[in-house]
């Protein structure tokens, strides 16, 4: 079993739609939860950063994580073309001094949103 | 702010010959960087981990010697993939990352490289 569980999709919908992108974990210890978007031949984009259950929203974006359940959301609203991207979920255990924490990565979902 | 630049985008070189891929923090200084590598439509696979001044470390199954990488400030990191074959052929991704605070990696551009 991975450590992080994300449908590769791809996922289509039409200009305007809500968008739910999902990532299921199985380490406990993962504190730190991240989305990324990654256009075609780009490096990644760091879209939200979360750490606490709940919510936290960003302009069109929202993500939501529930811990009790291993399970971390982005939803976009109003979804446009532009947000036509594979998006990545990322997540990491608590940080210590000696050295930045890796990030494991889900494996991403190729989303499309047409006009 | 927050800027990590690769150099070169895009590099195609001959089977045998060895390519050295630059990884620069432009406006902070990175204790850490990382180095991944990614296939066409899948996720991002982390090579290893590299800290200024020290030996980096490398994931299982990642072939120190083929994929020497040297943190030598705390701005540069390079990554030289040594006897290039076809088979190393793929999208290399660095990323940059501070200790202490949000310890948020920021990922460069990344470098597409073709061994013909």
């Known amino acids: 079993q991975k450590e992080v569980e994300q449908d590769p999709g791809p996922l289509s919908v039409p200009e305007g739609a809500i968008v739910s992108l999902n990532c299921t974990y199985s380490n406990s210890a993962f504190q730190y939860f991240m989305w990324y978007r990654q256009y075609s031949r780009k490096g990644p984009e760091l879209l939200m950063y979360t750490y606490s259950s709940g919510n936290k929203e960003d302009g069109r974006f929202t993500a939501q994580v529930d811990k009790s359940s291993k399970y971390i959301s982005l939803f976009i609203r109003d979804s446009q073309p532009s947000d036509s991207a594979t998006y990545l979920c990322a997540m990491k255990t608590l940080m210590y001094s000696g050295s930045a924490r890796q990030l494991t990565f889900g494996s991403g979902t190729q989303l499309t949103v047409l006009p | 702010g927050a800027v990590v630049s690769q150099h070169p985008s895009r590099v195609i070189c001959k089977s045998g010959t060895s390519v050295k891929i630059e990884c620069r923090s432009l406006d902070f200084q990175a204790t850490t960087m990382f180095w991944y590598r990614q296939f066409p439509k899948k996720s991002l696979m982390l090579m290893a981990t590299?800290?200024?001044?020290?030996?980096?470390?490398?994931e299982q199954g990642v072939e120190k010697d083929k994929f020497l990488i040297n943190h030598a400030s705390l701005t540069l990191s390079t990554l030289t993939v040594t006897s290039a074959h076809p088979e190393d052929s793929s999208f290399y991704i660095c990323?940059?990352?501070?200790?202490?605070?949000?310890?948020?990696?920021?990922f460069g551009p990344g470098t597409r490289l073709t061994v013909l």
């Open positions: 590299s800290n200024e001044g020290s030996k980096a470390t490398y």
């Open positions: 990323s940059a990352s501070t200790v202490g605070g949000a310890d948020e990696q920021f």
